[in-house]
């Protein structure tokens, strides 16, 4: 019987990671390549995604750049149309792409939420139905959507962003049930992480109160939360579907604590 780390690696398998051009995705595009997979990297800046596959290729990976705004459903079409014609195969979705900051609920208008829908859970949905008959099609494919504990733990100041990252992982256990046993589809919920989407609106203050709420005492790094995409992707997570994945250090509770609505 073969060692279990083989059960972690990604050979001759093909991903496509929405978002990949810093951040989390970035990360969990390298992850794949460090464990065998080709990457299909995507996201809108030329510039970064093409600096995410320069390291997939350093990985010994094959790497397809492909510009997509996740929003566009012309260029959804065209990642997936891509991926078919230069791999022919395809294997793992991760669904990466979304954020949303956080707003009051009374400032946040019906177009801002239907908005904060499309942009976490709405084309997560669509890449999925559409890859979906690809995924089974090559022997056993998975989807790992990447959700956050805004969408676990009630909170004032995250009611667009929380309720659609909680409807993402709810998405995720209904679409293991219409896709089983021959795609998987699973999630993580991710707490905090120092990337770009955090940094617009850290202060001093706000990171004591994260570090102080996180029984970890950190912040969580771009490659906690690929490592674990990589364990929900490979076959190490062959019975494993439905999952949402707490990557957060721990938390029971909301990590911060935003003002309440001044009724
Ligand atoms: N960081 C955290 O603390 C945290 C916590 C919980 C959950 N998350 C979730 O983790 C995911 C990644 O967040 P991150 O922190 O890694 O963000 P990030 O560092 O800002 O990276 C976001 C990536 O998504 C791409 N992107 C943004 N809008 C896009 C669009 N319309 N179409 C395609 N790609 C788009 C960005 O590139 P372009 O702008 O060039 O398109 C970039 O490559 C998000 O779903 C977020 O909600 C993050």
Known sequence: MAGILERFRMDGRVA???GSGRGIGAATALALADAGADVVVS?????QIEATAEGVRERGGRALVVPCDVLDAEQRSALLARTEA????LDVLVNNAGGWGPTPALDTSEDDLDACFRFN?????ALSRSAALTLARDGGGAIVNISSTAGVFAQPGFFAYGTAKAALAFLTKNLAQDFAPKVRVNAIAVG??????LAGFMTPALEAMMLDRTPMARLGEPEDIAASALYLASPAASYVTGEVLGVHGGLTSSQVTLPRAAL
């Open 192 to 197: 905090s992480v120092l990337t770009d989407a």
């Open 121 to 125: 859970v709405t084309t997560a949905f």
């Open 43 to 47: 996201a809108r800046t030329a510039s």
């Open 86 to 89: 230069e791999f022919g195969r």
């Open 16 to 18: 496509v990671v929405t």
